[in-house]
């Protein structure tokens, strides 16, 4: 791969990562906080139990959206990693390079598209037969 394309691949990956980091830091969530505390409300008071369960569920929510956004950094950190080792953008189980297309829609791709649904295909079949 030619170092400017390696390049444009390294600023689309650091884009990604800066936009899922602004969104973490965005959503401000702090999950050692209690539903009473997170709400703003120290009162002695107990809330209705509606709300509680809104809020269990909108914590949960959260939780969740981070713990994805949190792989996908994960993710964008190996891509980074296999770039700088010069190991960007091959497969990592044919070894061919991985198409320019792919790379575009999916930059922190591991796997060309045959090989990633292969693997997919592999996957559910032994989900199916347990």
Same mark, same amino acid.
């Given at each position: ?6 390049? *444009? #691949?390294?600023?689309? %990956?650091?884009?990604?990562? =800066?936009?899922?980091? +602004? ?24 809330? *209705?139990?509606? $709300?509680?369960? +809104?809020?269990?569920? $909108?914590? =949960?929510? +959260?939780?969740?959206?981070? +713990? ?5 950094? $994960? %993710?964008?950190?190996?891509? %980074?990693? !296999?770039?700088?080792?010069?190991? #960007? ?7 061919? =390079?991985?198409?320019?297309? !792919?790379?575009?829609?999916?930059? *922190?791709?591991? *796997?060309? %598209? ?7 295909? =592999? ?8």
């Amino acid at each position: 791969m030619k170092p400017e394309q390696l390049a *444009h #691949y390294e600023a689309l %990956l650091l884009k990604e990562r =800066e936009r899922i980091m +602004s969104e973490l830091g965005a959503s401000g969530v702090n999950h050692n906080q209690t539903p009473r505390e997170s709400s703003g409300d120290l009162s002695a008071y107990s809330f *209705h139990m509606a $709300d509680q369960a +809104s809020d269990s569920a $909108d914590r =949960e929510t +959260s939780f969740f959206l981070a +713990s994805i956004e949190t792989q996908m950094l $994960d %993710l964008i950190d190996a891509a %980074l990693t !296999r770039l700088r080792r010069g190991e #960007y953008g091959r497969c990592a189980s044919c070894e061919r =390079e991985i198409p320019p297309e !792919r790379l575009e829609a999916v930059p *922190h791709a591991v *796997h060309c %598209l045959e090989c990633q649904e292969r693997q997919e295909r =592999e996957t559910r079949g032994g989900a199916a037969e347990a």
